[in-house]
């Protein structure tokens, strides 16, 4: 069975730094295109950020780009966004991905398995 479990989401203050996680066991491929998203109160989840399955090619929704850096463990069984200088706006529930695509998808439909997210909320 496959299961991802974020965390790191927590309150903090505006121009904080952040580390989310995401543990991932019972995948049967390595190869595998990972992601955050996130989803406003109200909203369909986005793209954060992605990532291919070897760490080589990544992409960002554009108001977190410079600020937000994806990253997977090289047993590709981890993923991690570093999240700084955040802004109010960040505020949302934020999801891990896998996509049996080998490369990065943005769109949320191209993914297979999801954690339940962590909550993230950036305080003014």
């Known amino acids: 069975q496959v299961e991802l479990v974020e965390s790191g989401g927590r309150l903090v203050q505006a121009g904080a730094s952040l580390r989310l996680t995401c543990a991932t066991s019972?995948?049967?491929?390595?190869?595998?295109?990972m992601g955050w998203f996130r989803q406003f109160p109200g909203t369909d989840r986005e793209f954060v950020a992605i990532?291919?399955?070897?760490?080589?090619?990544?992409d960002y929704v554009a108001d977190v780009k410079g600020r937000c850096t994806v990253s997977r463990d090289k047993a590709r069984s981890a993923l991690f966004l570093q999240m700084n200088s955040l802004k109010p706006e960040d505020t949302a529930v934020y999801f891990c991905?896998?996509?049996?695509?080998?490369?990065?998808?943005?769109?949320?439909?191209?993914?297979?398995?999801w954690g339940t997210g962590t909550q993230v909320t950036v305080s003014s």
């Open positions: 991905a896998v996509s049996p695509e080998v490369e990065p998808q943005s769109d949320p439909g191209k993914y297979s398995y």
């Open positions: 990532v291919d399955w070897n760490n080589s090619k990544t």
């Open positions: 019972g995948l049967r491929y390595t190869i595998a295109s």
